[in-house]
């Protein structure tokens, strides 16, 4: 009988997927993975332990056995981002979940009702694989999902709480000018060493571009610049409480 993996990531979103997902199928084909990338925020370890008692089910934790942490990955890669992806996320999270993984696994992801476009993208490029959405086959979004960690009495994460769209790790190459400017104020060792690590690598390294298509650095990058979004607005829809009572009736 084929495994249920459901991609537990430390947020709102895949913690009620996982629920759901407990809630369907027979606990011993479950099984919870975290792929640890060893740069997110610590307090991501409490959200771990107490999302493992709301699941009343053991977490798996899936590290990579070559490189600590993203910081490692781009200093020993001398590589950040592209257009193209950065490597921390192949080197730290896909390739220990591929080594875990077995080709008859169907996989549990958070996608939220407004990403059925990202799921969907998901199933044209990887058809082998079995996906299951329970947060869009629900209708569940983002607020939904927040709301409902919150009314189970778990704290959220702390990058939720500082007003952050996603519990990424702290200082993603992939976030926008808004993002960088915001991590400015929140972690200005994490600016300032990101900045540090662009200088070694050269103009190549820089995530954004001008008008005019040039690079523009952190160094070259003007506090006000971008627009990053503000906390999310925790409220709950009536098909958080249908979700919730589909929780209780398992």
Request: hydrophobic share 35%; proline share 5%.
């Amino acid at each position: 009988m084929s495994r249920i993996i459901c991609r537990f990531s430390c947020g709102a979103a895949s913690a009620v997927a996982t629920k759901l997902t407990l809630a369907k199928y027979d606990r011993d084909r479950v099984i919870i993975t975290y792929s640890d990338p060893g740069s997110e925020h610590a307090d991501n370890r409490r959200f771990l332990d107490d999302c493992a008692r709301w699941f009343n089910h053991p977490i798996e934790i899936l590290k990579s056995d070559k490189y600590r942490d993203t910081w490692d990955v781009w200093e020993r890669e001398r590589f950040i981002t592209s257009a193209r992806g950065a490597p921390c996320t192949g080197l730290l999270k896909r390739e220990p979940t591929y080594a875990f993984a077995r080709p008859d696994d169907v996989l549990v992801f958070g996608y939220t009702a407004e990403e059925k476009d990202r799921a969907a993208s998901f199933r044209r490029q990887n058809f082998e694989i079995t996906l299951e959405t329970p947060l869009i086959d629900a209708g569940l979004g983002k607020s939904d999902c927040l709301a409902m960690v919150e009314r189970a009495g778990i704290e959220l994460p702390a990058m939720y709480k500082l007003g952050y769209q996603n519990n990424n790790c702290i200082g993603c190459p992939k976030g926008g000018m808004g993002y960088w400017n915001k991590i400015r104020v929140d972690f200005p060792e994490t600016f300032e060493r990101m900045a540090a690590l662009q200088r070694k690598l050269g103009p190549g390294s820089s995530f954004f571009h001008d008008k005019k298509g040039g690079r523009v650095s952190l160094d070259q990058l003007a506090p006000d610049r971008g627009n990053h979004l503000k906390e999310p607005n925790i409220e709950c829809s009536l098909l958080c409480h249908a979700a919730e009572a589909e929780i209780e009736a398992a």
